[in-house]
């Protein structure tokens, strides 16, 4: 991030399928790889491409399970205050993020652990529709040397 901005964004509109996803890993990685300072780098490098992985592969697998079609996704970099905002939109069919069932930990099972992880991973997870379009907000808060 350049001294003097308030915030970095890039917009991209993926299809949606799981071998394009690593695109937007590569795009958080070397974004936050600019961020100075950042603590604990390669650590939330991986959480929050593994958080954006994991809600990618829920469209990609649930709102498109029918269907074809895209994954818009915005990143933003902020200093002030300093996080990675995640933005995703697509036009599959939406669900209620409220009645998924946390996963059993106690027990193993197969799947059932995505929603799981992006809300432990991430400091902030909101998800909702919106005249047609679903949209997944995922935070995560960055410490900064100073």
Not at 4 to 29: F, Q
Not at 55 to 68: D, F, G, L, P, Q
Not at 76 to 84: G, K
Not at 121 to 141: F, I, P, S
Request: glycine share 6%; proline share 4%; with cysteine.
């Amino acid at each position: 991030m350049n001294t003097g901005d308030t915030y970095t964004r890039i917009k991209l509109n993926i299809p949606a399928e799981l071998s394009y996803l690593p695109i937007l890993g590569t795009c958080i990685k070397t974004m936050l790889g600019e961020v100075v300072g950042l603590q604990e780098r390669d650590q939330v490098i991986y959480n929050v491409e593994l958080a954006a992985y994991e809600a990618c592969t829920n469209i990609v697998e649930h709102a498109y399970r029918n269907s074809s079609g895209y994954i818009e996704a915005t990143v933003t970099l902020t200093e002030a205050p300093a996080c990675i905002v995640v933005d995703l939109f697509d036009t599959g069919s939406s669900f209620n993020l409220e009645e998924i069932p946390e996963p059993n930990l106690d027990e193993p099972q197969v799947r059932g652990y995505g929603l799981f992880l992006v809300r432990e991973l991430m400091d902030e997870v909101t998800y909702q529709k919106n005249a047609g379009r679903n949209h997944w907000r995922l935070v995560k808060e960055l410490v900064i040397d100073k």
